[in-house]
């Protein structure tokens, strides 16, 4: 299967697009982070006055229609209108032109997406639909609009694009893991660019309630939303449900250097392990999250003392926060204490299967703009969460070499190394 392989090419990242709960668009997403801007509101999209939850990271002031054709707005989820704007000014900004692609070109651009929820709120709806009798409204596309796996087809026949189109759904690690996958691809000459990143919308009244019945979600901020995500917080009360697109273009290094291609970061590292022990909660000691970071340090030859930057899962929940600050000592033992390190959720909420293209956006920030975002809302730390977060303000450093953690359901823990060396 792998014979005639040839040594690993490199892989950059030439391409940048996002939809977010604090802008659309790379400018004014890295803006807001660095401003300390929070996006979570109460609630508009559906009735939440019995809810006991009435907070959520919502993308507001974007035009759903604008990115679909008419005949298609009924039939398809938001978390697709949401990746397909991304995926146009990620192509956009990396002056790529698939209109004017031959189909051998074509054939050469895969699509690898992450997203833990997928068309869920779509189903939802149009299940309503179903079981109240209003059959009229609901969609004939009703089960392929639901799967996971349509949502890379979307973008795929948005673009005509005839490389590989896959979905990763391993929960709130998906897009780490789907980005790290589509890099995989470009480094065995499998594909010559990839379209990738994470996509995810949780926002529906089901979903709301399920995930409340979990008791994860804080029910304490609703008069004050923009407080109510807090990581490493010592008064922090759980997560809060966030939504979103990221997505990159990833190609080879000598590639991209061929055609000028402006260099974001190279990948150079990636690692995964599973915890195998419980549907939803960490084990204590954080040593597979722990090792998912140490394999994706080795894999990028690096030593814990090269990294200067990392961006955390922080996900605002007692024991999550708490047990990834002891991965982190684990993994990086006393250089832990010296780097910097802030979890974007505390401005974005949770977008679940999206998180880790998040947190690659927030860290490619950190890299092009020499200022590292904040961890906001961190007015008392737990005095167990005792490193260096980058409380509630943006601070001016050079980021050269940086790690993004993930950690999900399932027990799952991924980890990316990026470097902007290669774009010297």
């Known amino acids: 299967?792998?014979?005639?392989?040839?040594?690993?090419?490199?892989?950059?990242?030439?391409?940048?697009?996002?939809?977010?709960?604090?802008?659309?668009?790379?400018?004014?997403?890295?803006?807001?982070l660095i401003e300390g801007k929070s996006g979570v509101r109460r609630i508009e999209s559906f009735d939440v006055s019995n809810a006991s939850v009435k907070i959520a990271a919502e993308v507001r002031d974007f035009d759903w229609e604008r990115e679909?054709?008419?005949?298609?707005?009924?039939?398809?989820?938001?978390?697709?209108?949401?990746?397909?704007?991304?995926?146009?000014?990620?192509?956009?900004?990396?002056?790529?032109?698939?209109?004017?692609?031959?189909?051998?070109?074509?054939?050469?651009?895969?699509?690898?997406?992450?997203?833990?929820?997928?068309?869920?709120?779509?189903?939802?709806?149009?299940?309503?639909?179903?079981?109240?009798?209003?059959?009229?409204?609901?969609?004939?596309?009703?089960?392929?609009?639901?799967?996971?796996?349509?949502?890379?087809?979307?973008?795929?026949?948005?673009?005509?694009?005839?490389?590989?189109?896959?979905?990763?759904?391993t929960g709130c690690t998906s897009s780490t893991d789907a980005i790290a996958y589509a890099a995989e691809h470009i480094a065995l000459g499998r594909q010559e660019l990839m379209l990738t990143g994470g996509v995810d919308a949780p926002l529906a009244p089901g979903i709301l309630a399920g995930f409340n019945v979990m008791t994860v979600l804080?029910?304490?901020?609703?008069?004050?939303?923009?407080?109510?995500?807090?990581?490493?917080?010592?008064?922090?009360?759980?997560?809060?449900?966030?939504?979103?697109?990221?997505?990159?273009?990833?190609?080879?290094?000598?590639?991209?250097?061929?055609?000028?291609?402006?260099?974001?970061a190279e990948i150079t590292g990636y690692g995964a392990t599973c915890d195998a022990y419980h549907r939803v909660r960490l084990e204590d000691t954080g040593e597979e999250p722990a090792r998912a970071m140490r394999l994706a340090l080795e894999t990028a030859g690096r030593a814990p003392e090269e990294i200067?930057?990392?961006?955390?899962?922080g996900t605002s929940t007692v024991l999550n926060d708490r047990i990834e600050t002891q991965a982190l000592k684990v993994a990086f033992d006393k250089h832990a204490y010296r780097i910097p390190m802030s979890a974007t959720k505390s401005q974005i909420g949770?977008?679940?299967?999206?998180?880790?293209?998040?947190?690659?956006?927030?860290?490619?920030?950190?890299?092009?703009t020499n200022w590292l975002p904040p961890t906001i809302n961190l007015d008392e730390p737990d005095p167990a969460c005792d490193l260096d977060y980058v409380a509630n303000s943006a601070r001016e450093a050079e980021v050269r070499i940086a790690l993004c953690n993930c950690i999900g359901f399932g027990s799952k823990n991924s980890a990316l190394v990026v470097e902007k060396s290669a774009a010297e």
Not at 156 to 168: D, E, I, Q, T
Not at 236 to 244: F, K, N, P
Request: hydrophobic share 35%; charged share 20%; aromatic share 10%.
């Open 218 to 264: 804080t029910d304490e901020w609703n008069d004050e939303p923009q407080r109510a995500s807090r990581p490493f917080s010592l008064n922090r009360s759980g997560i809060v449900l966030g939504e979103g697109a990221w997505i990159y273009v990833l190609e080879d290094y000598e590639r991209a250097k061929k055609r000028d291609a402006k260099i974001y």
């Open 350 to 368: 949770h977008p679940q299967g999206a998180s880790g293209a998040a947190g690659l956006g927030a860290t490619l920030c950190a890299m092009h």
């Open 68 to 169: 679909l054709n008419p005949k298609d707005r009924r039939h398809v989820a938001r978390t697709v209108p949401l990746a397909l704007a991304a995926a146009r000014e990620a192509i956009a900004d990396a002056k790529l032109y698939p209109s004017d692609f031959t189909l051998d070109e074509r054939r050469a651009v895969g699509v690898m997406l992450g997203t833990g929820g997928g068309g869920l709120s779509f189903t939802e709806q149009q299940y309503s639909y179903w079981f109240s009798g209003q059959h009229s409204k609901a969609s004939v596309y009703t089960i392929p609009s639901s799967t996971h796996g349509g949502l890379s087809s979307e973008l795929s026949m948005a673009f005509g694009l005839r490389g590989l189109s896959h979905v990763v759904s």
């Open 1 to 32: 299967m792998y014979r005639g392989l040839k040594s690993p090419r490199r892989v950059v990242i030439t391409g940048f697009g996002c939809v977010t709960p604090i802008g659309t668009g790379r400018e004014r997403f890295w803006s807001a």
């Open 308 to 313: 200067g930057y990392v961006n955390l899962h």
